[in-house]
């Protein structure tokens, strides 16, 4: 489709799903568009100054364009068959933004490290003294930006279910950190689902730099299927750089960490960086929280926070950077999802795998690392902690990487998070 000139503007449009993103791409174009609102669950649905439309009226107004939330799922919510037969009109808040704004933004997506790149991204550029915002799928909708200024750099992190509705959206650097099967209960098939992370190297041209992983087996097959009109600079993560060799940081100690400090460092080089004071900020980044966290160490034991881990991939390199690790895990499993642990790390690793949905990790884990299964997180725990207590003189390591989605017993990652931290709060004083 042609995009001509303010193409949001003066438009009767449907705004579907009102979250947060949803609800920020209302105030955006609030005073300058005619706006609908709907989702799905009407207790969802804010007091907001404008027309609220009911499902049956939805099918007699021929709308301009349908903005549709990123967690709105097109073949299993109440429109649709409306949006099937509409797909044409879909759009996201990310193609609004750029409709509006054609700052500098550098965007990044990936299966795992998306948040933890872009927080260090924004740390590097911000303490650089850069006019640089923090937005997308980290919590923060980009239509939420205020004080944008011309030479504002955007950092984006950008999920495969936006890029997915998106059509307009394009960013000056792109960054496709690593990809392994994810999200396939939602795009159905890995072709798809890497589709859609590619979506953002395809609309960039000739003026854009795209980044891609240089070891990840995915990309680099999509890579010689497409042709990008875009410079493309392969990361090489395995590579020891020079910053590497002067850091202090045991959170860059695994192989995520280390591959999201690759992009941080190539994606850097485009910007006029002061070294020294990247490398400080490099050697005090702490992270994000749940995201390989540490949350407790000594002489003996390390305890590490990684409820963000929803599938095996995502905790397979702090499965490889620890010693004698007891791996509590358990959740909703991701469709399509592998246990693919070199055997040469196995017997450092013990697997306590918790919850109502056990069958799938232990037919995973079976002959591969030694496990027990328990009711809940708190009895898995409980006998970690046991454990421990009789082997005090030798290095040990506690890993909550659940390797699964939270929603069987939780609210989101985050509260899962939490409840881990109380218990360990609760338990540390009899280790």
């Given at each position: 489709?042609?995009?001509?000139?303010?193409?949001?503007?003066?438009?009767?449009?449907?705004?579907?799903?009102?979250?947060?993103?949803?609800?920020?791409?209302?105030?955006?174009?609030?005073?300058?568009?005619?706006?609908?609102?709907?989702?799905?669950?009407?207790?969802?649905?804010?007091?907001?100054?404008?027309?609220?439309?009911?499902?049956?009226?939805?099918?007699?107004?021929?709308?301009?364009?349908?903005?549709?939330?990123?967690?709105?799922?097109?073949?299993?919510?109440?429109?649709?068959?409306?949006?099937?037969?509409?797909?044409?009109?879909?759009?996201?808040?990310?193609?609004?933004?750029?409709?509006?704004?054609?700052?500098?933004?550098?965007?990044?997506?990936?299966?795992?490290?998306?948040?933890?790149?872009?927080?260090?991204?924004?740390?590097?550029?911000?303490?650089?003294?850069?006019?640089?915002?923090?937005?997308?799928?980290?919590?923060?909708?980009?239509?939420?930006?205020?004080?944008?200024?011309?030479?504002?750099?955007?950092?984006?992190?950008?999920?495969?279910?936006?890029?997915?509705?998106?059509?307009?959206?394009?960013?000056?650097?792109?960054?496709?950190?690593?990809?392994?099967?994810?999200?396939?209960?939602?795009?159905?098939?890995?072709?798809?689902?890497?589709?859609?992370?590619?979506?953002?190297?395809?609309?960039?041209?000739?003026?854009?730099?795209?980044?891609?992983?240089?070891?990840?087996?995915?990309?680099?097959?999509?890579?010689?299927?497409?042709?990008?009109?875009?410079?493309?600079?392969?990361?090489?993560?395995?590579?020891?750089?020079?910053?590497?060799?002067?850091?202090?940081?045991?959170?860059?100690?695994?192989?995520?960490?280390?591959?999201n400090l690759s992009f941080a460092i190539e994606i850097s080089k485009k910007f006029k960086i002061k070294k020294e004071k990247m490398i400080k900020?490099?050697?005090?980044?702490?992270?994000?929280?749940?995201?390989?966290?540490?949350?407790?160490?000594?002489?003996?034991?390390?305890?590490?926070?990684?409820?963000?881990?929803?599938?095996?991939?995502?905790?397979?390199?702090?499965?490889?950077?620890?010693?004698?690790?007891?791996?509590?895990?358990?959740?909703?499993?991701?469709?399509?999802?592998?246990?693919?642990?070199?055997?040469?790390?196995?017997?450092?690793?013990?697997?306590?795998?918790?919850?109502?949905?056990?069958?799938?990790?232990?037919?995973?884990?079976?002959?591969?690392?030694?496990?027990?299964?328990?009711?809940?997180?708190?009895?898995?725990?409980?006998?970690?902690?046991?454990?421990?207590?009789?082997?005090?003189?030798?290095?040990?390591?506690?890993?909550?990487?659940?390797?699964?989605?939270?929603?069987?017993?939780?609210?989101?990652?985050?509260?899962?998070?939490?409840?881990?931290?109380?218990?360990?709060?609760?338990?540390?004083?009899?280790?």
């Amino acid at each position: 489709m042609k995009k001509t000139k303010n193409f949001f503007l003066k438009k009767k449009i449907l705004v579907y799903g009102l979250g947060k993103s949803g609800i920020s791409t209302y105030n955006f174009l609030k005073k300058r568009a005619n706006l609908y609102i709907f989702d799905d669950n009407q207790k969802n649905i804010p007091k907001l100054n404008q027309k609220q439309i009911n499902y049956r009226e939805i099918f007699k107004t021929e709308f301009d364009i349908i903005i549709i939330s990123p967690g709105i799922d097109i073949a299993n919510c109440k429109l649709s068959k409306y949006l099937k037969k509409n797909y044409s009109k879909i759009y996201t808040d990310l193609d609004v933004f750029y409709e509006f704004h054609k700052n500098h933004c550098i965007t990044i997506t990936g299966t795992n490290g998306k948040s933890t790149t872009c927080q260090l991204m924004f740390k590097v550029l911000s303490d650089q003294n850069l006019d640089v915002k923090l937005v997308g799928n980290i919590g923060n909708p980009i239509l939420s930006a205020r004080n944008i200024k011309k030479k504002t750099i955007f950092v984006v992190e950008a999920s495969s279910y936006q890029l997915d509705y998106s059509k307009i959206f394009k960013s000056k650097y792109a960054a496709i950190l690593n990809l392994s099967p994810d999200h396939l209960e939602r795009h159905k098939t890995l072709k798809k689902y890497i589709q859609a992370k590619f979506k953002l190297l395809k609309n960039q041209n000739k003026n854009c730099t795209a980044f891609v992983n240089k070891d990840d087996f995915l990309i680099n097959r999509e890579m010689k299927s497409i042709k990008l009109k875009s410079k493309v600079i392969r990361v090489v993560p395995k590579k020891q750089n020079s910053i590497f060799k002067r850091l202090d940081n045991p959170y860059f100690s695994t192989e995520t960490n280390r591959e999201n400090l690759s992009f941080a460092i190539e994606i850097s080089k485009k910007f006029k960086i002061k070294k020294e004071k990247m490398i400080k900020t490099i050697k005090n980044f702490k992270g994000l929280k749940y995201r390989q966290q540490i949350i407790f160490k000594n002489k003996g034991l390390t305890i590490i926070n990684d409820s963000k881990s929803t599938s095996f991939s995502s905790s397979l390199s702090i499965l490889k950077s620890n010693q004698n690790i007891y791996w509590l895990l358990g959740g909703i499993h991701k469709k399509g999802d592998k246990f693919k642990l070199p055997k040469k790390y196995s017997s450092n690793i013990r697997a306590f795998i918790y919850g109502k949905r056990k069958k799938f990790f232990i037919t995973n884990l079976k002959g591969k690392v030694r496990f027990e299964n328990f009711s809940n997180i708190k009895n898995a725990l409980k006998k970690v902690i046991q454990i421990i207590k009789k082997n005090k003189f030798i290095e040990q390591t506690i890993l909550f990487s659940p390797s699964a989605a939270s929603f069987d017993s939780f609210k989101n990652f985050e509260d899962r998070g939490n409840y881990f931290d109380n218990l360990i709060k609760k338990y540390l004083n009899g280790i």
